[in-house]
């Protein structure tokens, strides 16, 4: 099945009670039973429900995995991944990451007695020197937030491999649209569902995807045993957001595109972070594990002027000012002062988060308004 048809059909079929062709909103807490423990499948809605399931199976479906699990937000997603080690386990990390992953690994679990390693991973061969026999899990974004870095995921997938580590790979920014990272060698996939699989603004969930089924039985133990799943309403607007994944994703690509062309000619600009360009180091890395380049692109403007790049994002109109990204509505935001400021100042400009820094979320408007909008707020 093509990934066209998988995003409508994958991992579904039709409600068997009426045949109803989207999955009803099963919004209950319990299941009637004919016998203790005798039940249709179902006891509990924090264990299992069928709307959750569904959307559950369609994640699996998308990245050619064979499990799939819905959490509360991404965050609880990466959570139950860490859950699976214990203490003295150690993880090597992007060290250009989402300041929300950032702030879990370093503020919950490093007082359990985990440590985390953030390196820079632009060549893949940078991991080998931290592995040790306590290193339990490889941790990577790519493209990743902000900064727009291109990491191989099957050179770190061999590594992985190599030394009998897990290898988890963050590809909110991408989709499985634009790449499929079980397809590369990873081990377990997530997805802040959030942004693009949701895609309208509107719902806070997380998502895993693996393939093998010990480590699927782990995350579901954990999925449950914690509880930071996913409600039926939420599960239902997601699935249904998914079903236009492919059609958003192409508008984002060919107008990120657009905006990241327009940005790297104006006289204001000092760089613009968008995978697409030749210049982008690991751009051919990008070609080869990506589909597309995608609607995320980062620019920082000349003279790193905190104060005149405040003003730029104050004088956006289109570019709602804003948390989050990968909705229909295109977004900005500022880093250093939004989603990166639980990173200390100094950690942030060691990799490139300065307060010049904008980020945007290109979505799927008329890229001719995206550009007017950026002129006006520049000049």
Known sequence: MKFNTKVIHGGQKPDPAYGSVMPPIYQTTTFAQTSPGVHKGYAYSRTHN???????????????????????????????????????????????????????????????????????????????????????????????????????????????????????????FATPYLQQPLNLGADIVMHSATKYLGGHSDVVMGALVVKDKELADKLYFIQNASGAISGP????????????????????????????????AHSKIEKVYWPGFNTHQNHDIAKAQMKDFGGMLSFTTKGNNYDETIKIVEKLKLFTLGESLGGVESLAGHPASMTHASIPKEEREKIGVVDSLIRLSVGIEDEADLIADLKQALE
């Open 233 to 264: 309403q939420d599960s239902f607007l997601v699935l249904r957001g998914i079903k236009t994944l492919h059609v958003r994703m192409q508008r984002h690509c060919e107008n990120g595109k657009a905006v990241a062309t327009y940005l790297a």
């Open 50 to 172: 069928p709307t959750r399931n569904a959307l559950e199976n369609a994640f699996a479906a998308l990245e050619n995995g064979n499990f799939g699990l819905a959490f509360g937000s991404g965050l609880a997603a990466i959570d139950a991944v860490v859950k699976i080690l214990k203490p003295g386990d150690e993880v090597i990390a992007t060290n250009d990451l989402y300041g929300g992953t950032y702030r879990l690994f370093t503020k919950i679990f490093e007082p359990f007695g985990i440590k985390f390693h953030f390196i820079g991973m632009k060549n893949a061969a940078n991991i080998e020197s931290y592995i040790n026999p306590n290193t339990k899990l490889i941790w990577v974004e790519t493209p990743t937030n902000p900064l727009l870095q291109i990491i191989d995921i099957k050179a770190i997938a061999v590594i992985a491999k190599k030394h009998h580590v897990l290898f988890a790979v963050d590809n909110t």
